[in-house]
């Protein structure tokens, strides 16, 4: 069945340094990714999104890559703050519905 | 803009009583909303999609007559957590599509669940 996975579920980065999260998607005919941030009794935030006829796309401080190739997708965070501490989820979309991956704890320490 | 409201934001409640919780989008019509279960430290799992003015349709293993979803208006989708029990205790998540595209979500900040 579909499934999207996380590598690690839990990061441990100095504050400064760049982040990065990894995920796995199983099924090829998703069409779309995006990662969000979710902040412990919180609803998810937006951070990026992709189509797949993209290999990049990059916002403020983040910068998301896509390997349709090996079906993969990461996140990448450029000086990571205490306040980027929380837990990301990559998550893909080809009906419109979003199918979750497992999530990943960023932990940012002083 | 895109902003999703849920209510309750949290709520305790006796087994086997039922509990409603409702999401509204605020400065969107909304014409497909999502409601998620989301249990401590797992992913958010996709419950069912609520289409405006027709039955909600659910994902497997999701019981249709205990989780009832109603989307009465462009604005408001409720689900409905019947004769509730202590397994049914999560942080509940609505997210609604807009009238411009099938892909962005915009979630709301969920309801946490606890039954006793």
């Given at each position: 069945g579909e499934s999207v996975?996380l590598?690690?579920?839990?990061?441990?980065?100095?504050?400064g340094?760049?982040?990065?999260?990894?995920?796995a998607?199983?099924?090829?005919?998703?069409?779309?990714f995006?990662?969000?941030?979710?902040?412990?009794?919180?609803?998810p935030?937006?951070?990026i999104d992709?189509r797949s006829n993209m290999d990049k796309?990059?916002g403020?401080?983040?910068?998301?890559?896509?390997?349709?190739?090996?079906?993969?997708?990461?996140?990448q965070?450029?000086?990571?703050?205490p306040?980027?501490?929380?837990?990301?989820?990559?998550a893909?979309?080809n009906?419109g519905k979003?199918i979750?991956?497992?999530?990943?704890t960023?932990?940012?320490?002083? | 803009?895109?902003v999703?409201?849920?209510h309750?934001?949290?709520?305790?409640?006796?087994?086997g009583?039922?509990?409603?919780?409702?999401?509204?989008?605020?400065?969107?019509?909304?014409?497909?909303?999502?409601?998620?279960?989301?249990?401590?430290?797992?992913?958010?799992?996709?419950?069912?999609?609520?289409?405006?003015?027709?039955?909600?349709?659910?994902?497997?293993g999701?019981?249709?007559?205990?989780?009832?979803?109603?989307?009465?208006?462009?604005?408001l989708?409720t689900?409905?957590?019947t004769?509730?029990?202590?397994?049914?205790?999560?942080?509940?998540?609505?997210?609604?599509?807009?009238?411009s595209?099938?892909?962005?979500?915009?979630?709301g900040?969920?309801t946490?669940?606890?039954v006793l």
């Amino acid at each position: 069945g579909e499934s999207v996975g996380l590598h690690l579920p839990t990061l441990s980065v100095q504050e400064g340094d760049n982040s990065i999260i990894n995920c796995a998607y199983s099924n090829s005919a998703s069409d779309y990714f995006i990662w969000y941030k979710q902040e412990s009794g919180k609803g998810p935030q937006f951070i990026i999104d992709i189509r797949s006829n993209m290999d990049k796309r990059q916002g403020q401080r983040v910068t998301v890559l896509l390997n349709k190739t090996v079906k993969h997708l990461s996140l990448q965070i450029a000086a990571t703050q205490p306040g980027d501490s929380a837990v990301y989820f990559c998550a893909e979309s080809n009906t419109g519905k979003l199918i979750f991956g497992q999530g990943t704890t960023l932990q940012v320490k002083p | 803009g895109a902003v999703v409201s849920q209510h309750p934001s949290w709520v305790i409640c006796k087994s086997g009583t039922s509990v409603k919780i409702e999401c509204r989008s605020l400065d969107f019509q909304a014409t497909t909303m999502f409601w998620y279960r989301q249990f401590p430290k797992q992913s958010l799992m996709l419950m069912a999609t609520s289409n405006e003015g027709s039955k909600a349709t659910y994902e497997q293993g999701v019981e249709k007559d205990k989780f009832l979803i109603n989307h009465a208006s462009l604005t408001l989708s409720t689900l409905t957590v019947t004769s509730a029990h202590p397994e049914d205790s999560s942080f509940y998540i609505c997210s609604a599509h807009g009238t411009s595209g099938i892909d962005e979500q915009f979630f709301g900040p969920g309801t946490r669940l606890t039954v006793l």
